[in-house]
């Protein structure tokens, strides 16, 4: 297949599983389209490598409703924190960290009581925003809910399909805390953290 065919039915599925508020089985979006079942699952995974966030319930795929896309930029040292980032984070019940690898800064979101983990930032080594959910988030193979945030150091986040590089330094948010993130984010990578 032509990379530019690929790419016209990524485009496709995206506008698609935009389009619909009850979402769509990949069955019938496959049958729509001409495409191989196969190549409609990968296609989604694609996607979600990208950032879009997926969502499935009752075998029904669609877009996650009232998601955008992030603003087109990169800062300095591949971070990108800023407000943006912890929009919904900061709320009763979730637990907020900044993590650091090598190349990119992620704010993670942990909520014990809906098992819910939410990954954001830039991956500086995939070269793309990462916006990614789990209700089973691991690092190296066992549950983020299980080991405590100062033994994630030296492991690999693994939510959604994201996994990231080595964590070099984890530090919690506190709940009032998100606004003072968000400004030493944009003081570190040389910005003034407004998200747009």
């Known amino acids: 297949m032509a990379r530019n065919d690929r790419i016209a039915r990524l485009l496709q599925i995206l ?3 935009s389009n619909t508020r009850r979402g769509l089985p990949l069955k019938m979006l496959a049958e729509r389209g001409g495409w ?3 190549s409609v699952y990968r296609d989604i995974e694609a996607i979600e490598k990208a950032g879009i966030p997926i969502e499935r319930e009752d075998g029904r795929y669609r877009v996650m409703s009232g998601w955008t896309p992030p603003p087109a930029r990169r800062r300095r040292g591949g971070g ?5 980032e912890l929009i919904g984070l900061d709320g009763p019940g979730w637990a907020v960290f900044e993590v650091t690898t ?3 800064s992620y704010c993670l979101g942990l909520h014990p009581g809906k098992r819910l983990a939410v990954l954001r930032g830039f991956s500086g080594g995939l070269g793309h925003h990462i916006d990614a959910r789990d209700r089973d988030p691991h690092i190296d193979g066992r549950s983020l809910f299980e080991v405590p945030p100062e ?3 030296g492991g690999r986040l693994e939510v959604g399909t994201t ?3 080595p964590v070099r330094a984890v530090a919690r948010v506190a709940r009032d805390g998100t606004e003072r993130l ?3 984010l944009s003081r570190r990578w040389g910005d003034d953290g407004g998200g747009g």
Not at 80 to 84: L, S
């Open 80 to 84: 990108t924190m800023d407000r943006t």
């Open 163 to 165: 996994v990231t590089s």
């Open 36 to 38: 191989r079942l196969r």
């Open 182 to 184: 968000a400004r030493a």
């Open 102 to 104: 090598a190349s990119s």
């Open 15 to 17: 506008v698609e599983l």
């Open 151 to 153: 033994a994630w150091v």
